[in-house]
């Protein structure tokens, strides 16, 4: 964070499930890339978690758990400010006042509150409503430039850019206006149970996704049970969503052209081209999990980088909220 001419970017994940090989290509590996272009920003949603039913324990376990897969996946606390997101308390002060200043009716028409409470309709409580709000305020508080959001956060982005152009509007120049960050390396990996969706950490089948915590045997034996289609080439084509998936992943992995992939494994059959993805996945994720389990390890070592980085982020926090405060008139 020393370098202030740099961008900031600025990135949350909530901690549930593990990081899956979907977010490791499609969001960890670009922050890894983010932290030496930007001044990042990566912290772990764990207020946001709390808007749906969970056991504290198993919370508390996860968070843990998942700071420790972010240092595992090469996120590192001297080039990016990593925390949790609760251990900042200027996230939640930031979202009173851009309560204050976000309309119900905006609220309501988000697409994921709707989903969500379909989802949870025993518990359609003010935070799930309010979550977006939460999300701009983390956003808003570190005058973030550029926001890496995939497809179904695209909306908050949009909510939290009127927030901010509002509120700038009402009080005077206030907040940068962030923009969204499309990465350039982004593949898009797909469950291995059904294809057509995208591989999600919250999948209650564990055959549908691989992450970096599991062990070899395991990696390797959700790819021989992964779903393939009809005939035995294999080939990038849209009636092939499951062989298209599988040579995206090694593709990806080897750091391959799916064209190279296809002519590595011509007149090979799907058995044991799915062997060979599974085997490329463990080799590639063995150091990562090794890390992961070294880091879990030494709580006292987690807790104290992580404190760390609520330090760092506070600061950084405090300088917005003291403007914000300010310029809606609290008293100092
Ligand atoms: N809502 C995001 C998700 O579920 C996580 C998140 C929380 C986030 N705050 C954020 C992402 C701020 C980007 C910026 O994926």
């Given at each position: 964070m020393e370098d202030i001419s740099k961008k900031i970017a600025l990135s949350g994940i909530q901690p549930t499930g593990s990081v899956t090989l979907g977010n490791y290509l499609g969001a960890v590996q670009n922050w890894r890339k983010m932290q030496e272009d930007f001044s990042s920003i990566f912290f772990i949603a764990d207020m946001h978690a709390l808007t749906v039913k969970r056991e504290p324990a198993d919370l508390r376990q996860a968070s843990m758990s998942f700071f420790a897969q972010l240092l595992a996946c090469g996120i590192d606390p001297e080039k990016a400010i990593v925390y949790?997101?609760?251990?900042?308390?200027q996230h939640a002060e930031l979202q009173w006042i851009l309560n204050c200043n976000t309309y119900v009716g905006e609220i309501s028409r988000m697409t994921q509150f709707k989903d969500k409470s379909a989802k949870h309709a025993d518990n359609i409580n003010m935070g799930l409503m309010d979550y977006p709000v939460l999300m701009a305020a983390d956003i808003l508080l570190f005058q973030t430039d550029l926001v890496p959001v995939g497809q179904d956060q695209k909306q908050h982005l949009e909510l939290t850019r009127d927030i901010a152009i509002r509120f700038n509007n009402r009080?005077?120049?206030?907040?940068?206006v962030p923009e969204p960050y499309i990465p350039e390396l982004g593949a898009k990996i797909c469950s291995l149970?059904?294809?057509?969706?995208k591989m999600s950490k919250?999948?209650?089948?564990?055959?549908?996704i691989v992450s970096i915590v599991d062990d070899e045997a395991t990696i390797v034996r959700r790819f021989k049970r992964a779903v393939t289609d009809s005939g035995n080439e294999i080939v990038v084509r849209e009636d092939k969503p499951g062989i298209s998936n599988l040579i995206n992943i090694y593709a990806a992995i080897e750091g391959k052209t799916p064209a190279d992939v296809e002519k590595e494994f011509a007149g090979q059959g799907y058995g044991s081209f799915k062997i060979a993805v599974g085997e490329a996945v463990a080799a590639a994720f063995k150091p990562l999990r090794d890390d992961y389990v070294r880091y879990l390890n030494d709580k006292a070592a987690l807790m104290e980088l992580a404190k760390k980085g609520a330090e760092k982020a506070s600061w950084l926090a405090t300088k917005t909220l003291r403007k914000v405060r300010k310029r809606v008139g609290l008293v100092e």
């Open positions: 949790f997101q609760s251990h900042v308390h009080y005077g120049d206030t907040f940068k149970q059904d294809p057509l969706v919250s999948d209650p089948d564990p055959n549908a």
